[in-house]
DNA sequence: TTAACAAATGACAACGTTGTCAAAGACGCG
DNA sequence: CGCGTCTTTGACAACGTTGTCATTTGTTAA
């Protein structure tokens, strides 16, 4: 590896010019600065990070703690957001994987101390509370896709109940009136906001909304759910006033409706309307019909944490915002209006 | 930050007696030992990597590069199978995206210099040839789903031809005769070597392959492509002789096929059997019936990208194999035997 | 011409760690 | 007791960089 010290000594200057003209001072003489520049060229200097770090500086790598979505097909917009945020100031992301795992969290929290990283993203696949205790990590730690039960962190969630009253409304306002449901399981919080949110649409509309219509796309406990939303529609389907639109929990339960729909023999969307939540391109895109969904904001969300952790770093402790950040409605060709 | 002359100086021994405790050297009597820790755990001390790294040690730092794979739903699991190697001995990932940009790809060569990371994995989207040129880093390099025109570096590949063999000879050994093909774009590796893998199974099965059935779910070029899979299979589908079987270049064209079949009230499998190629569970999974399909094994070559890393670090210049991974069948329920 | 001042450059220390080597103490053997 | 050997410990330098401060060179005003 090249060092300065090399660079110096065939440019025939002191180590500390060659620094100046690496960092960009404007104290030094313009023709010393072009001589030296041929040589830093030539032997491709590339000052050494761990050093810079050393002599007291802010690290240019920031961390990215997550139970799983990194790598999860379902978030990871949030790292794609991150890093674009990052680039721009030529900063970079070193990315842990906990699999919620607690020791292993702890182990990547020291990890991230060792590395003296600059600021660290904690994210979650799905939308709730978290409590990190505390963490052997001293530096600014932004939440995204979650919130600290202790309101003691900045953190970054999807608005959920407004997504919830976007699918509402939508089918609403075009005519639809038995609307059924199938939701995430009941534990987290994006389930039980979106609920609220798609009461507040009916209630807005004047229109009752049938609670024998609220079932349940997804059993099973947090990281163990189960599937159920192909059955579940099915069921709801074979009613004799069944619905003429479907709100699902996410677009893998859409997809199970939409594959319950062909069970049937029903046309999407002439015989039945589906509304997705998450607008994950790979199925909403691909569907035909393609689906109507609302987008889940994560590259927004991974975009706005660095924003939030620079300035979290500069900002008087005690100040720990949670941040609504809302979830558009994506329309595309599953749902019909109602004659 | 704790550094060790703090606790040195609380236990009231030199810093290198403290390092070497860390370190976990022997020579050290076993009372000092246990007084040191009792100020290394109450103090909460963790080493400085850059500290270590400066004084001339390996970084336990790695370096993925991809055009665009971290980020993209498809190939999460090569980020995934890599981790969970590196997890092992306490090293991470340091993850860059240059989107395809040379010149996004030239400046991350240079930050992963100036980071100093033991080694970098270059992953690809998709399998292809990919010249890197000279990137201006010098220290082991793998290939994760591309390999190199010059053959100048290790890389890792799925086997695409056996892939395609697999789908074929799966479905000929179930009786079906007449198979129609959705294909990827054919400027990609994938699209010609399962072509022939899917060829040779017809042959070995004595059975003639109708070249009109081998149509494209896909057109555009590189990294423009767009989805006509939907449109494909219907006009398949229309034929007379229709196929019993379709093959399917990813699973995204499958769900295409899958919603051609429900528009012209086929049923999955009674009326075609549909083979999907990748394993992308949201989609094989949640489908109904659920996606028989051939996994791409990018946790597998994750994996043993880091291994090829940590082995060719070892090794003499010169030697840089290709190496096939397998892509196994999964069974699930799209695909009927013929009576 | 000289003093005062600004611009340009360099010497040196420090960051936290570990390798090298030396010193100090403990121990056994003749 | 004196010697060599082994165990345990510590002093010091070095890694590559940058902040501090001093030195050198150039420029301006009196």
């Known amino acids: 590896m090249v060092t300065l010290r090399q660079v110096a000594e065939r440019a025939g200057v002191s180590i500390k010019t060659v620094s100046r003209i690496v960092n960009g001072d404007p104290a030094v003489n313009a023709k010393t600065r072009d001589s030296v520049q041929v040589h830093l060229q030539s032997l491709n200097y590339v000052p050494n990070q761990a050093a810079r770090l050393m002599r007291g500086g802010q690290s240019s790598v920031y961390g990215l703690m997550t139970d799983a979505v990194a790598t999860t097909p379902y978030s990871v917009d949030i790292v794609r957001g991150a890093q674009a945020a990052l680039k721009e100031q030529g900063q970079t992301l070193l990315i842990a994987n906990s699999n919620g795992d607690p020791a292993q969290e702890t182990e990547f929290w020291r990890m991230f101390r060792a590395q003296r990283v600059s600021g660290v993203i904690y994210a979650s696949v799905f939308h709730r509370a978290h409590d990190m205790g505390h963490p052997a990590y001293n530096d600014s730690i932004v939440l995204a896709n979650c919130y600290a039960s202790a ?92 619905p003429t639109a479907i709100i699902c929990g996410n677009d893998a339960v859409a997809l199970q409706v939409y594959s319950a729909a062909a069970h049937l023999d029903l046309h ?72």
């Open 151 to 242: 309101a003691d962190r900045p953190s970054l969630i999807p608005d959920d109940e407004g997504g919830g009253y976007s699918q509402a409304e939508y089918l609403l306002k075009r005519g639809h009136r038995r609307i059924g449901l199938l939701t995430l399981i009941p534990q987290i919080d994006a389930t039980r906001l979106r609920g609220l949110g798609i009461r507040r649409a009916f209630k807005d509309a004047g229109v009752a909304f049938d609670e024998n219509l609220d079932q349940q796309g997804m059993v099973g406990l947090v990281h163990g759910e189960k599937m159920v939303a192909f059955d579940a529609a099915v069921k709801m389907l074979q009613q004799k006033n069944r």
């Open 268 to 339: 999407v969307p002439q015989d039945l309307s589906i509304m997705g939540f998450d607008d994950l391109k790979v199925i909403s895109e691909n569907l035909r019909p393609s689906l109507t969904t609302v987008a889940l904001p994560y590259f927004e969300i991974g975009r706005r944490a660095v924003e939030l952790m620079r300035e979290s770093k500069n900002q008087d402790e005690g100040w720990s915002p949670k941040i609504l950040v809302p979830c558009p409605l994506v329309e595309r060709e599953s749902c019909r209006t109602l004659n």
